[in-house]
Antibody
């Protein structure tokens, strides 16, 4: 069964760091495009970052320079290292498998999400 | 950056047809994808490449895209369709872009 399970969320003080993990099963992370998408309380979906199968990485302007996406092929796991956290980073963070083809990208498998709360 | 505009809410009676729009500059030249999100749950892909349905998604869900508007159409609406719906495109300058979401209420 194709599945994504996020872990690593929690309560963190402003300025702190946190690393989210997303363990995949049923498919290979390194052969796919993988994204992080977040949703602040009561708000819509916001794309955060993507790592292409070839290793290229891209970020939303709101997190550029603070967040880093990576993967561990041996563990078939996706990560999001979040530094210099701000209150506005408070959200549920989802990882999702993406499909990039013919100048279109969509996400066909999503995890259940992990909650990050940035507060003092 | 590219902007997608959705109505905040749409209401429809059971058995009727719901249409949720997604506006963007020349969006007809892009591929539009739609996600359904029920309260407390992760998003689920319901339409990709404007009008294709993933396996397991009922035929009642369909999509179209032309000009400056893409539309998600849900026929014979059921109570279980009540959810938030998001459109999404990939833009070479903005990467992944989501619309603000539309709350579908089944009366």
């Amino acid at each position: 069964e194709v599945q994504l399970v996020e872990t690593g969320g929690g309560l963190i003080q402003p300025g702190g760091s946190l690393r989210l993990s997303c363990a995949a099963s049923g498919f290979t992370v390194s052969s796919n495009y993988m994204s992080w998408v977040r949703q602040a309380p009561g708000k819509g979906l916001e794309w955060v970052s993507v790592i292409y199968s070839g290793g290229s990485t891209y970020y939303a302007d709101s997190v550029k320079g603070r967040f880093t996406i990576s993967r561990d092929n041996s563990k078939n796991t996706l990560y999001l290292q979040m530094n210099s956290l701000r209150a506005e980073d408070t959200a549920v963070y989802y990882c999702a498998r993406g499909v990039l083809f013919a100048r279109a990208y969509y996400m066909d498998v999503w995890g259940k999400g992990t909650t990050v709360t940035v507060s003092s | 950056s590219y902007v997608l505009t959705q109505p905040p809410s749409v209401s429809v009676a059971p058995g009727k047809t719901a249409r949720i729009t997604c506006g963007g500059n020349n969006i007809g030249s892009k591929s539009v994808h739609w996600y359904q999100q029920k309260p407390g749950q992760a998003p689920v892909l319901v339409i990709y490449y404007d009008s294709d349905r993933p396996s397991g998604i009922p035929e009642r869900f369909s999509g179209s895209n032309s000009g400056n508007t893409a539309t998600l159409t849900i026929s014979r609406v059921e109570a279980g369709d009540e959810a938030d719906y998001y459109c999404q495109v990939w833009d070479s300058s903005s990467d992944v872009v989501f619309g603000g979401g539309t709350k579908l209420t089944v009366l």
